[in-house]
């Protein structure tokens, strides 16, 4: 079973990605994208 999870930046806060994952991971996910709000590769985290 997968759910929704809803990426945010850590610098600005701008909610710029969905991704779909397991219902079972604890933990929250933290990737290094690109935010168009800071025009620079930042650490986006799950959200709630």
Do not use: D
Request: charged fraction near 30%; glycine fraction near 4%.
């Amino acid at each position: 079973m997968n759910r929704k999870m809803i990426l945010a930046c850590v610098e600005c806060g701008s909610r710029n990605y969905t991704t779909s994952g397991s219902k079972v991971q604890t933990e929250r996910l933290e990737i290094k994208k690109f935010c168009k709000t800071c025009n620079n590769h930042t650490v986006h985290k799950e959200t709630k």
